[in-house]
């Protein structure tokens, strides 16, 4: 074994690890960190197979930006832990029957019996290229022209997932105190100070 078939088992380790982590902590806060070590181990492996902008994309964008808008709106949001566990043993059956359904389609997708429509049968014969060889570009050429309808679609899916976590922040709290700056601004200068008259007392 080299080291960088041990570096791979590491890391694709780390990852099943910290993607278990995310499901089964119950702090919101925890499972949000256990996703940010699941996408740098994912980023550690894709620097493994020579993909940098990739390893370099996935930390800047998800770990970066994402993960600390999800981080702010968690910490924000009053979740009440006790309340959403109550009913997760009702759900329990159709968890496991999606994710056993998931495990099948991507044995199929990746095993020798399914279609090659990522390429894995041509992992075999894939040859090395030079240094001056861009994966950015060839990335970017792939991206924009065969796959540039999903690319469109995901974007979409980012933004309206974006705008949904800054509208839940923006609720209204009962019991919370805020300042009103409309009114602040109407405020007149007799009315910022008021002087009371009292009679003096005597200290002792």
């Keep these: 074994m080299t080291i960088i078939d041990f570096l791979f088992f590491l890391f694709a380790s780390g990852t099943i690890a910290s993607a278990l982590g995310v499901v089964a902590?119950?702090?919101?806060?925890?499972?949000a960190l256990y996703l940010v070590l699941t996408f740098v181990s994912c980023a550690a492996i894709w620097l493994l197979l020579e993909a940098e902008f990739l390893a370099i994309t996935l930390v800047l964008v998800y770990v970066g930006a994402v993960m600390v808008l999800f981080l702010f709106v968690v910490m924000m949001l009053d979740i009440k832990v006790a309340e959403m566990r109550e009913g997760f043993v009702s759900y329990l059956f159709v968890g496991f029957l999606i994710a056993f359904m998931m495990l099948a389609l991507m044995v199929y997708v990746v095993g020798p019996v399914g279609p090659d429509v990522m390429g894995i049968a041509a992992l075999d014969n894939a040859t090395r290229h030079t240094a001056e060889y861009s994966n950015t570009e060839a990335l970017g050429e792939i991206l924009y022209t065969d796959y540039v309808l999903a690319f469109?679609?995901?974007?979409?899916?980012?933004?309206?997932?974006?705008?949904?976590?800054?509208?839940?922040?923006?609720?209204?709290?009962?019991?919370?105190?805020?300042?009103?700056?409309?009114?602040?601004?109407?405020?007149?200068?007799?009315?910022?100070?008021?002087?009371?008259?009292?009679?003096?007392?005597?200290?002792?």
């Design 25 to 31: 902590s119950k702090n919101p806060v925890h499972s």
């Design 152 to 204: 469109e679609i995901a974007a979409i899916i980012l933004l309206v997932a974006i705008i949904a976590a800054i509208s839940l922040t923006l609720r209204r709290r009962p019991n919370t105190k805020h300042q009103s700056p409309a009114k602040q601004i109407k405020v007149k200068s007799d009315e910022r100070l008021k002087i009371i008259d009292s009679d003096a007392e005597e200290l002792k």
